[in-house]
């Protein structure tokens, strides 16, 4: 069964620090380049890092560059999001993404380019 699941997720402070894991199962999680997503309540989803599958080169979204860092285990077949400084606005459900298809810079492609989702993980940001 082909799938990614998301963990790590929670309640946490503002300036407070957490580590999202995504790992995959059922297929080879570096021939795809690996997306974050993030869904705040009454909002569109939103790309907010990226990994390729090439080069491994990394991208972020503005609003989070130098507070989030994206990096993959090959080994352990997972993507993790390590998420620095949070803020309220970083508030949503965080979803993981598998792309085959190459683009670059990988970082605001369309969904519908996704071939695998992960069902999310809450991320509250509140004091």
């Known amino acids: 069964q082909l799938q990614l699941v998301e963990s790590g997720g929670g309640l946490v402070q503002p300036g407070g620090s957490l580590r999202l894991s995504c790992e995959a199962s059922?297929?080879?999680?570096?021939?795809?380049?690996i997306h974050w997503f993030r869904q705040a309540p009454g909002k569109e989803r939103e790309g907010v890092s990226c990994?390729?599958?090439?080069?491994?080169?990394?991208y972020y979204a503005g609003s989070v560059k130098g507070r989030f860092t994206i990096s993959r285990d090959n080994a352990k077949n997972t993507v993790y999001l390590q998420m620095n400084s949070l803020k309220p606005e970083d508030t949503g459900v965080y979803y993981c993404?598998?792309?085959?298809?190459?683009?670059?810079?990988?970082?605001?492609?369309?969904?519908?380019?996704?071939?695998?989702w992960g069902k999310g993980t809450l991320v509250t940001v509140s004091s």
């Open positions: 990994i390729s599958s090439s080069d491994g080169s990394t």
């Open positions: 059922g297929f080879t999680l570096g021939s795809y380049t």
């Open positions: 993404a598998a792309v085959l298809r190459s683009f670059r810079p990988c970082i605001n492609i369309a969904t519908i380019y996704v071939d695998y």
